[in-house]
Every structure is written in structure tokens, then in C-alpha cells.
């Protein structure tokens, strides 16, 4: 019988949202120069963590009617960073926030998918 960190490490979804939270950690430096970056910055760090923070805590709390909620948590947070990153356009190359847009796409439509799928098999129990 597998972990409940073993079921969590092997989520995608959830490695991805940690490496994009990685990958904000080196933008953040570019954004961090300039005074409305900063403010920028110290929002965007809180809801890059929070997407892991609620796969986290989703996962932690089991397989009950609490995933789904937090999942869906994650998936707002996840559409307030990519608002965010578009936002931040004037700090970053053009390629670094396409890419990260990308990403977030990624994780809010696995996120969606995976709320869908328990959902839709809870219903079918």
C-alpha cells in the first residue's frame, strides 16, 4: 500500500505547481528590482504557495469530500497567479511569462480534470 507521500509525489499536477513555485523563486529576483515589482512579488509568492499548499493539505485531510474542495482552492489560486503573471508583463521577457502561463493553464486543467474525475465517481458509488 503506497503513502500518502508516495500518492502525493505522484501526482504531476502537484510537482509541477512545486517546480513553477521554483521557477517564480528566479523571477522574482528580475521583479524584486523594481518598487511595484516588489508588491507584485509579495502576492504572487503567497498564492504560488498556495497552490501547493492546498494539494497538500487536500491529500493530507484523505480521500474525502475535503480533496475536491481544496483541489478546487488550488485551481482559483492557480487562476489568480497566471492573472498575475500577465500582469507582470512589464517585468519580464516576453518568453519567461509565456511559459509560465502555460504552466498554470496545465495545472488548472488537470486540477479541473481531477476535481471532475473524483467528483463524477463519487456520483457513480
Not at 501526482?11 to 521554483?22: E, G
Not at 508588491?39 to 484523505?62: P, T
Not at 488537470?110 to 456520483?123: A, M, Q, S, Y
Request: charged fraction near 30%; include cysteine; glycine fraction near 8%.
Amino acid at each position: 500500500m503506497a503513502t500518502l507521500n508516495d500518492r502525493l509525489d505522484s501526482f504531476r499536477i502537484y510537482k509541477l505547481a512545486c517546480q513553477l513555485f521554483d521557477d517564480f523563486w528566479n523571477d522574482s529576483e528580475t521583479m524584486g528590482k523594481d518598487y511595484r515589482g516588489r508588491e507584485l512579488v509579495k502576492q504572487q509568492v503567497r498564492s504560488l504557495d498556495s497552490i501547493c499548499a492546498n494539494i497538500e493539505e487536500g491529500y493530507g485531510r484523505g480521500f474525502g469530500k475535503e480533496l475536491p474542495q481544496h483541489l478546487r482552492i488550488a485551481r482559483g489560486e492557480a487562476r489568480e497567479s497566471r492573472g498575475r503573471y500577465k500582469r507582470l508583463r512589464y517585468l519580464l521577457s516576453i518568453e519567461i511569462i509565456a511559459k509560465r502561463l502555460a504552466t498554470l493553464d496545465h495545472i488548472i486543467g488537470g486540477l479541473t480534470n481531477t476535481v471532475d474525475t473524483i467528483t463524477n465517481k463519487r456520483g457513480n458509488e
